[in-house]
């Protein structure tokens, strides 16, 4: 994946940027606009679509963006909290320094996205399809990828605690370098991820009870 650009100015759309005026609008179409230092309470965004869109130090509290398309999108201290997002579409996004917390976001399709030094928090992300995804320096807790599907995705640095994977399949996935595994259920889902041997004999006890193997001392 391409270098995520860690300052606005870094985007190759930064000159063109707009402030985002008013407040957004369902099937509302967003183009070079730049949201900064805002408030969204209960927004009212669902199908809108935001290309080449800048947000900082913004903050999404509960409200319905199911739906929204996201292409070539940066966001730096963004907060979503509460919010629907189920069935949306992220392509090209990188997400900075931000949180997701009891967030709905099943059915979502992320291509090329990053989230870096990031925290979710019961992120509910079942049956989403999830390609060239990167968790960098994040915090995953609680995070339900049920039935999910995972290709090319990478957690260097990043703290699995908790995270569901129940039905999940997964291919090219690399764990190695995650800074831990926390799996509570559905680690028979691994098959087609890629750990280190540090990893493996943490999760030989979870292999065990999914194989339904009895560890007994002699």
Same mark, same amino acid.
């Given at each position: 994946?391409?270098?995520?650009?860690?300052?606005?100015?870094?985007?190759?759309? #930064?000159?063109?940027?707009?402030?985002?005026?008013?407040?957004?609008?369902?099937?509302?179409?967003?183009?070079?606009?730049?949201?900064?230092?805002?408030?969204?309470?209960?927004?009212?965004? +669902?199908?809108?679509?935001?290309?080449?869109?800048?947000?900082?130090?913004?903050?999404?509290?509960?409200?319905?963006?199911?739906?929204?398309?996201?292409?070539?999108?940066?966001?730096?201290?963004?907060?979503?909290?509460? $919010?629907? %997002?189920?069935? *949306? *579409?992220?392509?090209? /996004?990188?997400?900075? *320094? +931000?949180?997701? #917390?009891? /967030?709905?976001?099943? +059915?979502? $399709?992320?291509?090329?996205?990053?989230? !870096?030094?990031?925290?979710? &928090?019961?992120?509910?992300?079942?049956?989403?399809?999830?390609?060239?995804?990167?968790?960098?320096?994040?915090?995953?807790?609680?995070?339900?990828?049920?039935?999910?599907? %995972? $290709?090319?995705? !990478?957690?260097?640095?990043?703290?699995?605690?908790? /995270?569901?994977?129940?039905? #999940?399949?997964?291919?090219?996935?690399?764990?190695?370098?995650?800074? *831990?595994?926390?799996?509570?259920?559905? /680690?028979? #889902?691994?098959?087609?991820?890629?750990? &280190?041997?540090?990893?493996?004999?943490?999760?030989?006890?979870?292999?065990?009870?999914?194989?339904?193997?009895?560890?007994?001392?002699?």
């Amino acid at each position: 994946m391409p270098a995520v650009p860690r300052e606005l100015a870094e985007l190759p759309y #930064a000159r063109h940027l707009e402030p985002l005026r008013g407040e957004l609008e369902t099937e509302g179409t967003y183009d070079t606009v730049h949201a900064d230092d805002r408030e969204f309470p209960e927004p009212r965004a +669902g199908g809108a679509r935001f290309v080449e869109c800048a947000f900082t130090s913004v903050a999404f509290e509960g409200g319905r963006m199911r739906r929204a398309r996201f292409d070539d999108v940066w966001c730096h201290t963004v907060r979503w909290v509460g $919010t629907d %997002l189920a069935e *949306s *579409s992220w392509m090209d /996004v990188s997400v900075l *320094s +931000g949180m997701l #917390a009891g /967030v709905q976001a099943f +059915g979502t $399709t992320l291509r090329r996205v990053t989230f !870096s030094h990031c925290k979710l &928090d019961s992120v509910n992300w079942r049956s989403a399809a999830l390609r060239e995804v990167r968790f960098e320096d994040c915090l995953l807790r609680d995070v339900d990828f049920g039935e999910a599907t %995972l $290709t090319d995705v !990478s957690f260097p640095g990043t703290v699995l605690d908790g /995270v569901r994977l129940r039905r #999940a399949r997964m291919r090219g996935v690399d764990l190695r370098g995650a800074a *831990s595994l926390g799996i509570a259920d559905g /680690v028979e #889902a691994l098959r087609g991820a890629t750990i &280190d041997q540090a990893q493996l004999l943490d999760l030989a006890p979870a292999f065990a009870q999914a194989l339904g193997v009895t560890v007994a001392a002699r």
